[in-house]
């Protein structure tokens, strides 16, 4: 009944006019109060719009958010009012985030680089690639040639490669290599990229998830990347992630998963206390990549 009457209030003449000057003559911190609470009170379009959009006070309050250490309750309130915002903005289209999925929740394909392993496979492999470990794994040269315009230029073109039986791959670790190796050989949606993906709670920068994803930029598998930030979004943002990780899926700089986070911590599913912890660790991570 409160936020009735102000929504009445504030959309009256006199109430848009009190708005009005508060939000170009207020100080700093009025006006970012005031535009904390427009999305709440002003229900109107036009009005909201004006107030937030066309007089820059939108810009004020995500100002606000990147300072140091903002005051926990406004970025409680903060990830409210953007959600309420977001709803006026796209009533009809639901912002939700995808919905919750397991960890796997499709059947596994076939592999097709399984068989390469085996003690006999046929057919035989006509290449390794050896990692810095020390690991070879088996490979297929003309599959290796063909998924990968990287690849045919290194295995099939002038360089030596393409008459070496054992062909360095560097900085690969073991983890990050799998997915790489899979795909090569024709590998969609077996599980190979869940290997380099970290359980929530644990960091994804500096992880082999981070540096699979990089190589498979560096090797142009562009299919690849899809797959590895689908993987990381499923388990950091799914049904086992929380708003802990959004921070970290932030973090890796992908701007699919960006706008993933975006989606996770102001989708209507989220209580306000989820979406403010998430919203500390927005703040936080592109506070880092902003720098001092």
């Not at 005031?34 to 959009?53: E, V």
């Amino acid at each position: 009944m409160l936020l009735q009457n102000l929504t009445v209030q504030a959309e009256s003449p006199f109430g848009v006019g009190t708005l009005t000057h508060l939000l170009l003559s207020g100080s700093p911190e009025d006006r970012v109060a005031c535009a904390l609470t427009l999305p709440f009170i002003c229900r109107k379009p036009s009005l909201w719009r004006r107030l937030l959009l066309d007089q820059g006070d939108l810009q004020l309050l995500l100002s606000a958010l990147t300072r140091p250490a903002p005051h926990p309750l406004f970025l409680f309130f903060a990830a409210d009012s953007l959600s309420c915002l977001q709803g006026l903005v796209s009533p009809t289209v639901s912002p939700a985030l995808p919905p919750a999925t397991p960890l796997d929740p499709d059947p596994p394909s076939h592999c097709h680089y399984e068989p390469l392993l085996g003690l006999d496979p046929i057919p035989a492999p006509d290449l390794h690639f050896l990692l810095d470990s020390g690991l070879r794994l088996p490979a297929q040269r003309a599959a290796s040639s063909t998924a990968s315009p990287f690849f045919r230029a290194l295995l099939a073109g002038s360089f030596a490669e393409a008459q070496m039986d054992l062909v360095p791959l560097r900085g690969l670790s073991p983890s990050a290599a799998w997915p790489i190796l899979h795909h090569l050989h024709g590998c969609r949606g077996c599980g190979a990229t869940l290997r380099p993906i970290p359980p929530p709670g644990q960091p994804l920068l500096g992880s082999e998830a981070e540096e699979a994803l990089e190589a498979a930029g560096r090797f142009l598998l562009p299919g690849l990347e899809e797959e590895l930030e689908e993987a990381v979004g499923r388990i950091h943002l799914g049904s086992q992630g929380g708003p802990e990780s959004v921070g970290e899926v932030f973090r890796l700089g992908r701007p699919w998963l960006a706008a993933h986070c975006a989606r996770w911590t102001l989708g209507p599913g989220q209580c306000p206390r989820k979406r403010a912890l998430a919203l500390v660790g927005l703040v936080e991570a592109a506070g880092e990549e902003a720098g001092p």
